[in-house]
């Protein structure tokens, strides 16, 4: 819904812009300013349009940059887990061995 409401908004600005543009070129008959009021308007929305796809392609790509980034992030972050969980067993071992020397 919002989509579409924004795109009528667009549309609206788009008229208004070239409606005061045929204002300024008082030469114009009716249907001529009818005519470039139409072709502006399509124009604009065209360009609109464009400018969204542009965006809409570039979130795409960020968004996959960002999840690969994550992932690599949450892998770095597991492994370093693992090793100090391996770190803190081997201690662990280490100081029962050492404590079973010692009452020997």
Known sequence: MEGYLLAQAERE??????QVL???LSWLTRGQAEDLTRHYTEQRL???CQALQVTADRAK????EYEARYA????TLLKRHA???CLLFVCSVA??????LLTR
Not at 72 to 75: E, I, K, P, S
Request: with cysteine; aromatic share 4%.
């Open 13 to 18: 600005q788009a008229q208004y812009e070239a």
């Open 61 to 64: 790509r960020l968004r996959g």
């Open 95 to 100: 100081a029962n061995v050492g404590a079973g």
């Open 72 to 75: 690599a992030l949450r892998r």
């Open 83 to 85: 090793v100090c969980a």
């Open 46 to 48: 065209g360009l609109t």
């Open 22 to 24: 045929c204002g300024r």
